[in-house]
Protein backbone atom coordinates (compact mmCIF):
# COMPACT_ATOMS: atom_id res chain seq x y z
CA UNK A 1 0.00 0.00 0.00
CA UNK A 2 1.41 3.53 -0.82
CA UNK A 3 0.68 6.35 0.71
CA UNK A 4 -0.77 9.77 -0.10
CA UNK A 5 2.45 11.32 0.31
CA UNK A 6 3.99 9.09 -1.99
CA UNK A 7 0.77 9.20 -4.15
CA UNK A 8 0.67 12.75 -5.14
CA UNK A 9 4.01 13.20 -7.07
CA UNK A 10 2.75 10.28 -9.28
CA UNK A 11 -0.63 11.92 -9.74
CA UNK A 12 1.14 15.22 -10.00
CA UNK A 13 3.17 14.02 -13.21
CA UNK A 14 0.43 12.19 -14.73
CA UNK A 15 -2.10 14.09 -14.68
CA UNK A 16 -4.14 16.32 -17.55
CA UNK A 17 -5.51 19.07 -15.96
CA UNK A 18 -4.78 20.40 -12.03
CA UNK A 19 -8.22 18.97 -11.05
CA UNK A 20 -7.64 15.43 -12.95
CA UNK A 21 -7.06 12.44 -9.89
CA UNK A 22 -8.54 9.70 -11.60
CA UNK A 23 -8.04 10.07 -15.36
CA UNK A 24 -6.75 6.66 -17.11
CA UNK A 25 -3.37 7.54 -17.08
CA UNK A 26 -2.74 8.69 -13.64
CA UNK A 27 -4.66 5.17 -12.49
CA UNK A 28 -1.87 2.85 -14.63
CA UNK A 29 0.49 5.21 -13.14
CA UNK A 30 -1.14 4.31 -9.30
CA UNK A 31 -1.18 1.03 -9.66
CA UNK A 32 2.53 0.74 -11.27
CA UNK A 33 3.58 2.30 -8.59
CA UNK A 34 1.92 -0.09 -5.92
CA UNK A 35 3.23 -3.06 -8.39
CA UNK A 36 6.83 -1.88 -7.79
CA UNK A 37 6.62 -1.59 -4.22
CA UNK A 38 4.65 -4.84 -3.72
CA UNK A 39 7.62 -6.56 -5.87
CA UNK A 40 10.21 -5.51 -2.81
CA UNK A 41 7.57 -7.45 -0.36
CA UNK A 42 8.08 -10.40 -2.45
CA UNK A 43 11.90 -10.50 -2.15
CA UNK A 44 11.53 -10.47 1.47
CA UNK A 45 8.21 -12.63 2.02
CA UNK A 46 8.27 -15.43 -0.35
CA UNK A 47 5.53 -17.25 0.90
CA UNK A 48 2.63 -14.64 0.96
CA UNK A 49 0.42 -16.43 -1.42
CA UNK A 50 -2.97 -14.03 -0.36
CA UNK A 51 -0.72 -11.25 -1.41
CA UNK A 52 0.49 -12.43 -4.68
CA UNK A 53 -2.99 -12.74 -5.58
CA UNK A 54 -3.46 -9.44 -4.81
CA UNK A 55 -0.49 -8.73 -7.05
CA UNK A 56 -1.80 -10.35 -9.83
CA UNK A 57 -5.26 -8.60 -9.74
CA UNK A 58 -3.48 -5.68 -10.02
CA UNK A 59 -1.58 -6.81 -12.92
CA UNK A 60 -4.63 -7.99 -14.70
CA UNK A 61 -6.58 -4.10 -13.34
CA UNK A 62 -3.47 -1.95 -15.42
CA UNK A 63 -3.53 -4.64 -18.23
CA UNK A 64 -7.29 -3.96 -19.00
CA UNK A 65 -6.83 -0.18 -17.99
CA UNK A 66 -3.73 0.13 -21.13
CA UNK A 67 -6.06 -1.96 -23.42
CA UNK A 68 -8.68 1.15 -23.00
CA UNK A 69 -5.88 4.02 -23.58
CA UNK A 70 -4.58 1.69 -26.29
CA UNK A 71 -8.33 1.28 -27.84
CA UNK A 72 -9.46 4.69 -27.16
CA UNK A 73 -5.77 7.28 -27.64
CA UNK A 74 -3.54 5.42 -29.11
CA UNK A 75 -0.75 8.71 -28.84
CA UNK A 76 -1.68 8.97 -25.12
CA UNK A 77 -1.14 5.05 -24.36
CA UNK A 78 2.64 5.12 -26.45
CA UNK A 79 3.77 8.09 -24.61
CA UNK A 80 2.61 6.19 -20.82
CA UNK A 81 4.30 3.37 -21.14
CA UNK A 82 7.51 4.81 -22.47
CA UNK A 83 7.63 7.22 -19.56
CA UNK A 84 6.53 4.34 -17.18
CA UNK A 85 9.31 2.10 -19.01
CA UNK A 86 6.74 -1.04 -18.91
CA UNK A 87 6.91 -2.57 -22.13
CA UNK A 88 10.21 -3.05 -24.04
Known amino acids: ????LEKAPVIAA????DKDCGS???QIA?????INSLQDH??????????RRGLLLMVSKRNRLLRYLA?????SYGALI???????
Do not use: C, P
Request: aromatic share 2%; proline share 0%; no cysteine.
Open 24 to 26: TEV
Open 82 to 88: KKLGLRK
Open 71 to 75: ETRRE
Open 14 to 17: HRQH
Open 1 to 4: MISS
Open 30 to 34: ILTER
Open 42 to 51: FKTHKKDHAG
